[in-house]
Structure formats: C-alpha cells, structure tokens
C-alpha cells in the first residue's frame, strides 16, 4: 500500500529555537497533505489543511506564523516550529491523500516533539 | 462542532478474550466513521469503515456498525490476538467531501498471550 514517511521521529530542541518536521509520500502524489497534533490523553487534532503550491489552511487557534507549513512540491510537506517552547511538546502526524473527495487517507508514523 | 468520545485506555487483554471498544460522536448531518489502528513504530491505517447508517465495517476480524439512533460505531472482535497490540482510534469526516477527519482520544490495547 501507499507509504507517508514522516522524518524525524524524535526530536529534542531547545527553546526559542526553530524545528522541521518533514512528511513526506514515498510512492504515490499527494496533492494535500494535513497536519495533526495530539498532546497527551488529548485527541489528534487537526491543524492545517495544505494543497500543493497554494498557502495552507490553518484551523481556528493555530498560529499560522509559529507553525509554517510549506507543501512546495507534491510528495513533500514540512512543518516548521518556529521559536519554539516547552507548551509546543506534543506529538504531531501528518497524512496524505491524492485529492479526490473519497480517496484513502495515508498517515506518517507521526513525529515526537521535546522543546526543553 | 463535531465531536468523536471512545473509551480511554490503557486495556489489557489476554489472547482470546473479546474485545469491544465504544465510540460515540456528534455531528451535524450524516457523518462517515472509521476506526484507524496504529501498530507500535508505524502510521496510522484505515482498519474499517461505514459512510451511512446501519452499515457494518469489518476487517481482520474486526467488526463496527454504524449506528444513527444512538450515534455509536463501537469496534469489535471476537478473539484477539498478541499482534492486535496497538492504539486504536475513532474518527469521522463530514459528508460534504472533507478528508478533514475528527479523532478521538486513542485506545492502548496490550494483548498477552
């Protein structure tokens, strides 16, 4: 089946610094692409929507200028936290699907974020 | 807004035993349901699903069905296995063709043998 690879896996960063998250889909091309955080006993919640070449879609709440979501090409999205702080430990996964309403969803393995 | 509640975790089971995991949601319209299973190291995958009422979603010996009177869609499997070990998770989209999909909290299941 389609494969979404998420890199890293883990990461530990110091505060006020600045962390990539990479989703990438290995076999298949994913014309959007969303991003998800779940803190602990908390559910996944969705964060951004984005579409290849175009600006993403933030949900109500989420800092558009602090989690900077670039879908530059269409096997290839990544999640920057920008300045970073301990509050923005969480778990965040991304899935991918090729577009069309009804098509399977593929998620990452998801990436485990310590700001410290 | 919409909104998916599941049982809260961890559980732990031995082979053999039965399993069932309870999932309510709300949603204005009609909703589809999944269940999603994520095995230790690996992305969350479609384990079944149901796009309107009182259908059944089955796989590997899970079964859900989709029930509108009492919005549930509570997974189950007759005999689990060790390799059943995961987190489960309940999540809907709404039917207006979203992939934007709901989650609820996640399951732990640890099954002994």
């Known amino acids: 089946g389609a494969v979404v690879s998420q890199h890293p896996s883990w990461v530990i960063c110091k505060s006020g610094t600045s962390v990539k998250i990479e989703c990438r889909s290995l076999?298949?091309?994913?014309?959007?692409m969303f991003w998800y955080r779940q803190f602990p006993k908390q559910s996944l919640m969705l964060m951004a929507t984005?579409?290849?070449?175009?600006?993403?879609?933030?949900e109500q709440g989420v800092e558009k200028d602090k989690f900077l979501i670039n879908h530059a090409s269409l096997t290839l999205s990544t999640l920057t936290v920008t300045s970073a702080h301990p509050e923005d430990s969480s778990f965040y996964i991304c899935?991918?699907?090729?577009?069309?309403?009804?098509?399977?969803?593929?998620f990452g393995e998801g990436s485990w974020l310590t700001v410290v | 807004g919409d909104s998916v509640t599941q049982m809260e975790g961890p559980v732990t089971l031995s082979e053999e035993a039965f399993l069932t995991i309870n999932c309510t949601y709300t949603?204005?319209?009609?909703?589809?349901l999944f269940w999603y299973v994520q095995y230790p190291g690996e992305g969350l995958q479609l384990l079944l699903k149901?796009?309107?009422?009182?259908d059944k979603g089955s796989n590997k010996g899970f079964e859900a069905t989709y029930r509108k009177e009492t919005t549930s869609f509570h997974l189950e499997k007759g005999s689990v296995q060790v390799s059943d070990s995961a987190v489960y998770f309940c999540?809907?989209?709404?039917?207006?063709?979203?992939?934007?999909?709901?989650f609820g909290k996640g399951m732990k299941l640890t099954v002994n043998p």
């Open positions: 949603a204005t319209g009609y909703p589809s």
């Open positions: 076999d298949f091309q994913a014309t959007t």
């Open positions: 899935s991918a699907s090729m577009g069309s309403s009804g098509n399977t969803i593929y």
């Open positions: 149901a796009t309107k009422a009182d």
């Open positions: 999540a809907l989209s709404d039917r207006g063709g979203s992939e934007k999909l709901v």
């Open positions: 984005s579409n290849e070449g175009s600006k993403a879609t933030y």
